[in-house]
């Protein structure tokens, strides 16, 4: 699935490189601690979290992500932006709180 | 040999400064190590294993040490990864090494920093590991994960 067809169903905002929104998600990670979605996390994924501070994005590059999915309406740091667009990694933002952006997600790539 | 010429290493060598607490620049070395391999053509499982030891050694010294630098020698055969920082040194490596124990203070561990898996994450991606410190000077841990 393509990270576009996902917008929706997570009613996520894209903060930063838009014309990155064709890549490939084939599963999620959802983790506030950096060193288990280091261990943990698969290529391809978005990771949905609470963190919103530049290093998530050293994170999601180092493992080949495709997106961060920043949950429960917190707002990463404008220097997470500068980072994310310097690094090419979509940051998108949604209301929905951890579980219930992951159990959506989980549907779609499920069904 | 040629008497008087120097053996040619077919190594390539890399240093990366680490700053302690400079949380924009941290993992900015892992990410130069990351595309280096990349460059060279190694596996992407490997590549992993390699940024996962980078960027786990270079946090430590971002968190928990004052400065430090990541060498890399990378041949076909091997990457080498070593982290040198100059203090404050680890008290006792044993405890250290512990998945779950964490120094890191609360302003770090809100970051989500200081699960105390950095160390346990680098042994279980890397074929040799040594972790050396004295309290007090510094800490010196080397990681090597051969290609293959
Ligand atoms: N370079 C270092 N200098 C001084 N102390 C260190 C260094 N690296 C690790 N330590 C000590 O070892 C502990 C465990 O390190 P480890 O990387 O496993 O966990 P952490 O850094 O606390 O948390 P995490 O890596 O999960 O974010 C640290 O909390 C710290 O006390
Ligand atoms: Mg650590």
Redesign the interface.
């Known amino acids: 699935m393509k990270l576009s067809e996902t917008i929706g169903e997570l009613e996520a905002e894209v903060k930063c490189c838009e014309s990155s929104l064709d890549r490939d998600v084939s599963w999620c990670y959802c983790s506030?601690?950096?060193?288990?979605v280091?261990?943990n996390a698969k290529?391809d994924s978005i990771w949905i979290?609470l963190?919103t501070?530049?290093?998530?994005?050293?994170?999601a590059?180092?493992?080949?992500l495709s997106a961060i999915l920043v949950s429960r309406g917190a707002e990463p740091d404008p220097?997470t932006i500068a980072?994310a667009v310097q690094?090419n990694i979509p940051v998108l933002t949604t209301k929905l709180p951890t579980f219930e952006a992951a159990g959506r997600l989980y549907n779609l790539l499920n069904g | 040999m040629e008497k008087g010429k120097k053996p040619v290493s077919k190594d390539i060598k890399h240093e990366y400064p680490i700053r302690g607490m400079d949380?924009?620049a941290?993992?900015?070395a892992?990410?130069n190590i990351?595309h280096t391999l990349q460059l060279i053509g190694f596996a992407?499982a490997i590549i992993?294993r390699a940024?996962?030891a980078a960027?786990?050694s270079e946090?430590n010294i971002v968190i928990h040490a004052t400065e430090g630098t990541l060498k890399t020698t990378i041949s076909p055969e091997r990457i080498e990864i070593i982290a040198a920082d100059t203090g404050p040194g680890i008290p006792d490596i044993e405890l250290a090494m512990r998945e779950g124990y964490s120094t890191a203070p609360d302003h770090i561990r809100e970051?989500?920093?200081g699960?105390?898996?950095?160390l346990p994450?680098i042994k279980?991606v890397s074929d040799e590991f040594t972790l050396d410190s004295t309290f007090g000077k510094g800490t010196t841990l080397k990681v090597v994960i051969y290609n293959q």
């Open positions: 506030d601690l950096l060193s288990d280091m261990a290529k979290t963190q501070h530049p290093n998530i994005v050293a994170v590059s180092l493992l080949g220097e980072k690094e | 949380f924009v941290a993992g900015e892992s990410s990351k992407p992993r940024a996962i960027y786990e946090m970051m989500g920093f699960a105390g898996m950095g994450n279980n």
